[in-house]
């Protein structure tokens, strides 16, 4: 009972991130929306449902989840908020080898992200 309980907490929290990150610049949106399906799937299959199916961000929790891919939008969009917001950090931070490591962390994670699949979700048809 703890064990689901803080893992829709969790959720929720996550769903709270990732819908701020919708409207803050350097918050992202898409790595919270799949932390929470993640905690979803084990708190409470009903929320994960409605998370899966929810109108906005349905498509990119199940690009991810069934293809392990994620659209050129989404790509794009998360390249940008990445470089921006190591950039400012880079900015922000006194020290020289935390700058350093930062453009270190910065290079891998673009070169991961960018190695994944894309995959746009097919269009309604009408």
């Not at 929290?13 to 819908?19: K, M, N, P």
């Not at 906005?56 to 940008?80: D, P, T």
Request: charged share 10%; aromatic share 10%.
């Amino acid at each position: 009972m703890v064990k689901k309980t803080l893992f829709l907490l969790g959720g929720w929290i996550c769903v709270a991130l990732g819908l701020l990150g919708a409207f803050l610049p350097l918050l992202p949106t898409t790595p919270f929306l799949l932390l929470a399906s993640a905690c979803f799937m084990r708190g409470s299959p009903t929320l994960n449902h409605w998370l899966l199916h929810h109108p906005r961000f349905g498509s990119i929790l199940h690009n991810w989840h069934h293809h392990r891919a994620v659209s050129k939008h989404v790509k794009r969009r998360a390249n940008v908020m990445i470089v921006a917001s190591f950039a400012l950090s880079v900015y922000l931070v006194p020290l020289l080898w935390h700058k350093v490591m930062l453009v270190a962390m910065l290079v891998v994670l673009l070169v991961w992200f960018n190695r994944l699949p894309e995959r746009d979700p097919p269009t309604p048809q009408s």
